[in-house]
């Protein structure tokens, strides 16, 4: 209750009686207390984001930050306080961030990826993201920006970006035709050696499109079906005899391994498949076991023996003979 009162006194000076109002003010306080909390919620959070706030004047000095601001760049309060923002920033982000300031105040918005120097002289990279704040006549008041270190991503974007230029050249250079397939079937990946069995040059004319959509020069529809199985099963086909005629009218085999390829939650995505060329292999056995029948049906007599003079073989008219 909120209380205003006064006396009335008699020509002495005595105390006659008190009169006084009485006014609820429940409602005024819990709503005094609900705005304290809030504007302490809104404090801590302000505080302890994870993300840097900063606010900036007409002249791009810095008229508040929060902890997180401080502690990316390794600096207490009043040590940046009224600091321009630019005395931060690496050398060469100076003059490009001073204009574009300069741009940012009639445009109202800004995002950039600035460089910054913390109090060691380390540097981390930052994603800033601005917004100008004006005053309800619609004048410049201040510049509030939210700044994310994204140092750490960056390295780990470059890093995998490393990673699958190494694993491309290994791949194109692998004389085995290798490809990558999504649960339809579609490749996604296709090596050089692939796309030379495909009779293509480029990986753009495969993208996309399952070996019945392609110049596959095989049997097509087993293929896909064994790509299917693979997937639906999560078993691998290993090892799998192969045999196609290529452009040039050659009887070429390979042995074709499958694999289900999986996400990281072990989600089955797609395959990957590889194929080994035994064209020459195969050749050789076929005159080998030509070479042999030779030799079994010949009508002469055929011994074999090691340098020893040990027998290592006869053919079927040595037997007739003796």
Not at 34 to 50: C, D, Q, T
Not at 160 to 176: C, K, Q, Y
Not at 258 to 271: A, F
Request: charged content about 30%; proline content about 3%.
């Amino acid at each position: 209750v909120e209380d205003h009162g006064w006396y009335s006194l008699d020509a002495d000076g005595e105390v006659l009686f008190h009169e006084g109002i009485m006014r609820d003010i429940t409602e005024r306080k819990m709503a005094e207390e609900a705005l304290k909390e809030s504007e302490e919620r809104f404090k801590m959070l302000y505080e302890k984001a994870p993300v840097g706030y900063q606010s900036l004047d007409e002249n791009g000095n810095l008229i508040d930050v929060n902890e997180t601001w401080l502690e990316m760049m390794d600096y207490h309060k009043n040590e940046v306080i009224g600091c321009r923002f630019s005395d931060f920033l690496a050398p060469e982000y100076i003059e490009p961030v001073q204009k574009r300031f300069a741009a940012f105040k009639s445009t109202g918005k800004v995002q950039s990826e600035l460089e910054m120097v913390r109090k060691d002289g380390s540097t981390i990279l930052i994603q800033l993201e601005g917004r100008i704040g004006h005053t309800t006549e619609g004048t410049f008041k201040q510049t509030h920006c939210v700044l994310s270190d994204i140092t750490e991503r960056r390295k780990a974007e470059k890093a995998i970006a490393d990673e699958r230029i190494l694993l491309r050249t290994l791949i194109d250079n692998i004389p085995d035709p290798i490809y990558v397939k999504d649960t339809l079937g579609r490749k996604l990946i296709s090596n050089k050696a692939d796309l030379e069995v495909l009779g293509l040059t480029s990986e753009s004319s495969v993208f996309g499109k399952t070996d019945m959509e392609s110049s596959y020069p095989g049997d097509a529809s087993q293929t896909f079906s064994d790509d299917m199985r693979v997937i639906q099963t999560a078993q691998p086909i290993l090892n799998k005899l192969e045999f196609f005629t290529d452009q040039k009218g050659t009887k070429r085999y390979y042995l074709t391994s499958k694999i289900p390829l999986t996400n990281d939650s072990g989600e089955i995505i797609g395959l990957v498949g590889v194929g080994h060329d035994i064209t020459v292999r195969k050749q050789s056995e076929q005159k080998i076991i030509q070479l042999s029948k030779g030799i079994e049906q010949s009508p002469a007599s055929i011994i074999i023996t090691d340098i020893s003079g040990n027998i290592e073989y006869i053919n079927s008219k040595f037997t007739e003979i003796t």
